[in-house]
């Protein structure tokens, strides 16, 4: 079913580089202390920074308890991936270009593909087939109103609607019997509903010329399809009693969570900011604002994690690695070959100095070397993306998108399992003494 | 080696909706332009494409202002937040004084991500102290925090937890998750007359609302 392999010597790159972090599993996240401490791990358990897409065989089993990190993060990567991808597919239409329309409908259904695999892989081949049934009326539904928008019919228009304001519940009420009423139909039923009126106000916003209002639109659905993964993942590994074992939700799997949703939107909004800027299109403003937005999310993040100084560094170097892939665009745009130089030149010195302040920050469990090649994949991505786009290849850019975006979620696996133990280590030690016994036996 | 494989059926039978009267808004069907149209114009038309050269990634990285207050109407608690430091112990140093609360300034701000911690005395020698009452906090009760330069923020209890200072779990209190949070911490349980001081925290966990 799956149709693609992710590079293996990006994957075993980052598994080297995290293993030589710290020697530890995404699952034995219940103890940053021990993680810090094991030298070795054992070559039978899975790569703990894969992304759950890059881990297993498409048929292979996966046991939602002993798992259930890679199911939640593998979920949460694809829920919010649909965001993209079904945007994509409307903005394509909108704008009436076919070819480009046949890539991004191919890579929504790879998403879909790839969502009812991760389901396969729990519950087997026929629920598996069922959800993608009932997930592509989304699709379909989103399609058909982008198209009956484009063409101003409004009886289209409703008719789509109708059909996507019925497929939250149907997904809902599959999901809760799949799940033996581990997921709630409210929980999911409210969360997709309010999936499809993002869509819709997306498509309508876009339509009339609201690039501001579309892209807020975006980002806000992402993070709710993000939160969508983590509802469903809990509701597979807690099944009915809702127990959860306890590294679903342990702080390292937040951390993880948390990178992954900062990193995976920073490649999409960036690689349709670099789209636009390509095409000179009118949304690249309203588009590189959110990209702004994203990174001052991640600067908080590290502001947080290693001190203000380090969000403030952070912003600054990720910030030339922003400017560089705009500038890249651009330089492709006007055919200029000197400044195509330069923003690659540019990104090499990016590669460099994140390399070296991440290896800092983590008191060496990360090498600069094997970072700045880790960061220079991604790097690699995002212009080879362009790169087929520019040509008119978007098969191509299409699919390195896609998989750049799941790159960055290996990416964060790797941050987490090497941040984790040193944060850990910095951690106050334990309760703290607040009373005087005045009221002992009262309190 | 190919990457990617053949397009699925249901792919093709998307695309073949999708393409069917193409056209962009306000377009007809027949004047839609394809994007490889679209990137060639945009190469041969334009030497700087509009909005690229004006773009600059951001580069600054605010903070919000320090704490100053904090008033939690459910447990009658309105007090001056002070700063608190750690002890050579690692442990996080108290508040001197009964009826204030502090701020573990080593850690977040409160408001900014990840999980800002506040302490207080439950009880002096004699009575009852700031943060006596904090074991009665139920989910949904507010919590107010003033910052220095006037803002307000409010924060609402998640749930309240009471753990053995023995097993006190300090990735679960004090790990930096991204989320704006805040912890409000304090003693319960026995008193230990031995070691003269209670054997449990309480840890009240709160949510930034607005």
């Known amino acids: 079913m799956r149709r693609w392999r992710a590079p293996v010597a990006a994957s075993a790159l980052i598994s080297a580089l995290a293993l030589g972090a710290c020697g530890c599993t995404a699952s034995s996240t219940s103890s940053m202390g021990s993680m810090a401490g094991s030298p070795t791990r054992s070559a039978s358990q899975p790569a703990p920074t894969e992304s759950m897409a890059m881990q297993a065989e498409p048929t292979s089993p996966l046991d939602p308890k002993k798992q259930t990190v890679e199911l939640r993060t593998g979920l949460e990567e ?19 270009d076919p070819d480009f329309a046949q890539a991004t409908v191919d890579a929504l259904s790879r998403n879909s593909d790839d969502l009812a695999t991760l389901v396969g892989r729990v519950y087997g081949s026929a629920p598996s087939k069922k959800f993608r049934q009932l997930w592509e009326s989304q699709q379909e539904g989103l399609v058909a109103y982008a198209r009956a928008v484009s063409q101003h019919d409004q009886a289209g228009k409703a008719a789509a609607r109708r059909q996507l304001d019925a497929f939250p519940g149907q997904v809902a009420q599959y999901l809760h019997t799949l799940t033996a009423g581990g997921t709630t139909v409210p929980a999911v039923s409210s969360r997709l509903s309010t999936h499809v009126g993002d869509l819709i106000r997306f498509t309508d916003a876009y339509a009339a010329g609201d690039y501001a209002m579309a892209y807020r639109i975006e980002r806000t659905d992402y993070e709710r399809e ?17 127990d959860l074992p306890a590294s679903f939700d342990s702080p390292l799997t937040r ?76 330089a492709v745009a006007t055919k200029d070959q000197k ?34 090649e880790v960061l220079h994949m991604h790097d690699r991505d995002l212009v080879e993306q362009l790169d087929a786009y520019a040509r008119g290849d978007y098969s191509t850019a299409y699919n390195v998108a896609y998989e ?19 944060i850990a280590a910095r951690l106050p030690k334990g309760g703290v003494q607040t009373g005087g016994g005045g009221m002992a036996g009262s309190v | ?29 027949a004047a839609a332009p394809s994007s490889r149209a679209v ?27 320090p704490p100053a207050r904090l008033e939690i109407p459910a447990i009658g608690v309105s007090t001056p937040l002070v700063r608190l430091g750690r002890l050579p112990d690692g442990t996080i140093e108290v508040p001197h004084a009964w009826n204030k609360a502090g701020w573990y300034d080593q850690g977040p701000r409160p408001g900014q991500p990840g999980p800002a911690v506040l302490l207080g005395h439950v009880d002096s020698k004699k009575g009852p102290a700031v943060f006596y009452r904090l074991r009665d906090l139920r989910p949904g009760d507010i919590v107010r925090v003033g910052l220095t330069n006037g803002r307000t923020l409010v924060f609402r209890v998640q749930r309240t937890e009471r753990y053995p200072k023995n097993k006190f779990p300090t990735e679960a209190v004090y790990f930096p998750t991204l989320d704006r949070e805040l912890r409000l911490i304090t003693c319960g349980g026995d008193f230990d007359y031995a070691k003269g001081s209670y054997v449990d925290n309480i840890v009240v966990y709160a949510i930034l609302v607005t």
């Open chain 2, 39 to 65: 990137a060639a114009t945009a190469t041969a038309d334009r030497h700087e494409p509009p909005g690229v050269a004006g773009f600059h990634s951001v580069r600054t990285y605010d903070q919000l202002a």
């Open chain 1, 339 to 372: 400044g195509k130089n330069q923003a690659l030149a540019q990104l090499a010195a990016f590669e460099k100095h994140l390399a070296t302040f991440l290896s800092t920050s983590t008191d060496g469990r990360l090498t600069a070397p094997g970072l700045s």
């Open chain 1, 404 to 422: 750049g975006y799941q790159h960055m979620f290996a990416v964060a696996g790797m941050l987490s399992t090497a941040i984790g133990p040193t």
């Open chain 2, 1 to 29: 080696m190919s990457r990617w494989q053949a397009v699925p059926p249901a792919a093709v039978a998307l695309a073949g909706l999708l393409l069917t009267g193409c056209g962009g808004p306000g377009q007809s069907p």
């Open chain 1, 226 to 242: 993000f939160g969508l993964g983590t509802v469903v993942a809990a509701g597979i590994a807690g099944g009915p009693g809702g």
């Open chain 1, 78 to 96: 694809l829920f919010g991936q649909d965001t993209f991808v079904g945007i994509r597919v409307v903005r394509s239409r909108l704008r009436g």
């Open chain 1, 255 to 330: 951390l993880r969570s948390a990178f992954g949703d900062l990193l995976g939107e920073h490649m999409q909004l960036v690689v349709d900011a670099m789209g636009a800027a390509l095409r000179g299109g009118p949304e690249f403003k309203a588009d590189a604002a959110q990209v702004n937005a994203d990174t001052t999310q991640l600067a908080g993040a590290f502001g947080v994690l290693f001190g203000p100084s380090s969000g403030a560094k952070f912003t600054s170097v990720w910030g030339d690695h922003v400017d560089a892939l705009v500038s890249y665009s651009g």
